[in-house]
């Protein structure tokens, strides 16, 4: 017999709630998790400036109402702090941690056909057996930490904003660079500009940002609360699992330029990622986006006071929306000031690191501190970071070409496992914790379904599998994600095969599938 009914890898958003909702259900759960302590992304990424950039009333667990009514957020996009305040309080409340085993990291997975269990050997070498396995491991949790020339050579300090010092870095009066300008970068950036003494950034690809009109919510949300259930059951049949606005405009083509112009300058004004909801093709009709595209780039032209230095700054070669976008807190505004610099590194590449600082082109720029911003290994970084194997095959030759699952939710060949916003799922492209949750409550059922059936396995077919393939890539297809050199497609990490990793239909229909999929018994998997 096993250990346990079911490993959940990962004690982030996905892991914490499955802990519970299996416990719940009446099934003996475990976590493992790399890490110290619950919050997964909230607790590894603590750099100068990270929040959420979906609201924190919707990114934030609808699954207890107590919770809900009883948790206040301070601000419309809560700082890490406070969502890791938030996660720790969930582990509390629910009494999570005394099935957490922490500071331990899963290495392998094996399937035994005899059993139906997988035994798992963490790098400390111990096992642990499970019927099933529920990898809630993050789709942006494997960090890509490029191997620049001598980096080990700096004599400043270097910081990544994924593991950012427990106790904080001290900036002030400093010379910094700030190498990668995502997310990650851009919200690093305006947070410590008041305090560094000067600072260049070292841009590949300019981003699009919209600004965050981040303000205190204290009334809105007591207002919300009044009827916090009806905006959750809103936010699971959205698009991206967090309501924008009562009615998506019309398609593009059935708007005049009058209604065009208001919508952008409402949604722009309204701040936050529901400006790349201005038309409900805005992702497939090449002349809408360009007209989104063009309104963002007068708009950084505006704030950017050197004409060169914010011609940099605009994105120009790729569809707007194709690749993350950012919400900003006066990023663009950053680059008026005379201590600030900014180098794209297609004109001067970053040659090497040198013990005094960055040689960039021909010229060596001397720093105290380097931070690097530099992304992650998405949604299949960190499965396949596992060695996970069922007889000869292996989940990562079997990846080879691109991620193969049913539905984002499994794999053929590889029973009784389970991913949470795995690829081929909405994950990245929606509020996470709606998808998450999406994905939790259909893999507990699933699991309750095959223990009330005295079925112990559960599989996908590899025709069902094909079909949904081929579905999220034709999706894909039918936008205007490939035209992007972005994460969504893989091509951040060198060598990784260019596919789209999530499912472009958007969470409404992809929740009616998953639906459809369990009250007809589970098609297209094959149930033992
Ligand atoms: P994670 O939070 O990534 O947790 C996974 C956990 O699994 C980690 O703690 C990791 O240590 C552990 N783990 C991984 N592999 C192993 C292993 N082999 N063994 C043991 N443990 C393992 N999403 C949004 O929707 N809105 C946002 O505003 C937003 N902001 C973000 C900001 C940043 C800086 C980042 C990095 C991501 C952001 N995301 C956002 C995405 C975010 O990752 C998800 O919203 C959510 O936190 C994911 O939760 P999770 O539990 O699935 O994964």
Redesign the pocket.
């Known amino acids: 017999m096993p250990d346990r009914d079911v490993l959940i ?8 709630y499955q802990l519970h909702k299996l416990r719940q259900l009446g099934f003996d759960a475990q976590i ?4 110290p302590q ?8 603590r ?1 100068p400036g ?5 609201e924190s009333i919707g ?1 934030s667990y609808s699954f207890d109402h107590e919770l809900q009514q009883e948790w206040n957020w301070s601000e419309r ?1 809560a700082a ?1 702090p406070e969502i890791l305040a938030y996660l720790e309080h969930v582990a509390d409340r629910l009494d999570l941690r005394k099935d957490i085993t922490f500071d ?4 392998s997975l094996v399937f035994d056909d005899a059993d139906d269990c997988w035994t798992a050997t ?2 400390n070498g111990s096992t642990i057996s499970a019927r099933f396995v529920v ?8 960090p890509l930490t490029p191997t620049f020339d001598g980096l080990d050579d700096f004599t400043g300090d270097v910081h990544w ?2 593991d950012w010092p427990a106790g904080g870095a001290d900036l002030a009066g400093k010379r910094v660079a700030v190498i990668g300008t995502g ?2 970068g851009v ?1 690093t950036i305006t947070a410590i500009a008041p305090v560094v003494g000067s600072m260049t950034v070292f841009q590949r690809t300019p981003t699009y940002a919209v600004p965050a009109q981040n303000r205190r919510i204290d009334e809105e949300l007591a207002e919300l609360k009044t009827h916090y259930d009806d905006f959750r059951a809103e936010s699971r049949l959205s698009v991206g ?1 967090f309501p924008c606005g009562d009615e998506l405009p019309p398609f593009f083509e059935d708007l005049d330029d009058v209604r065009i112009r208001s919508e952008l300058e409402v949604r722009y004004g309204n701040g936050g990622l529901c400006f790349q909801q201005s038309f409900r093709d805005l992702l497939q009709n090449e002349e809408a986006n360009a007209r989104a595209a063009e309104y963002v780039r007068n708009r950084i032209s505006e704030k950017v006071d050197d004409p060169a230095v914010a011609e940099k700054l605009t994105p120009r070669t790729y569809p707007i929306a194709a690749k993350r976008m950012c ?1 900003d807190t006066g990023y663009y505004e950053v680059y008026n000031q005379d201590n600030v610099a900014l180098i794209d590194v297609n004109e001067q590449p970053i040659r090497r690191i040198t013990p005094r600082g960055i040689l960039a082109g021909d010229t060596e720029h001397e720093f105290d501190v380097i931070i690097l911003a530099t992304g ?1 290994d998405a949604m299949t970084g ?1 499965l396949e ?2 060695d996970i194997s069922h007889g000869a095959q292996t989940l990562r030759d079997k990846w080879s070409d691109g991620p193969r699952t049913y539905l984002g939710l499994m794999s053929a060949g590889f029973p009784n496992l389970f991913t ?2 795995g690829p081929q799922s909405p994950s ?1 492209l ?4 709606t ?2 949750e999406t994905h939790v409550e259909w893999i507990s059922a699933a699991l309750e379904y095959l223990h009330e059936h005295g079925l112990t396995r559960i599989e996908p077919d590899v025709a069902a599998e094909d079909n949904w393939v081929n579905t999220t890539n034709d999706a894909a297809d039918m936008t205007l994600l490939g035209q992007a050199p972005s994460w969504y497609m893989g091509a951040n990490v060198p060598g990784k095969p260019r596919a789209a990793l999530p499912f472009v239909g958007g969470v409404g229909v992809y929740q009616q599938i998953l639906d459809g999929v369990a009250v007809t018994g589970y098609h297209g998997f094959e149930l033992v």
């Open positions: 890898i990962g004690a982030g958003f996905s892991g914490l493992v998790e790399a890490g619950v919050g997964g992304t909230w607790y590894w990424n750099y990270a929040r959420c950039d979906i990114y996009y890490q331990t990291r899963v290495q963490t790098g990898a809630a491991t993050g789709c942006l949790s494997k904003t994924w997310s990650s919200q699992g919400v992650f960190a970071a596992i949470v916003t990245v929606s509020n996470m914790v998808s998450i």
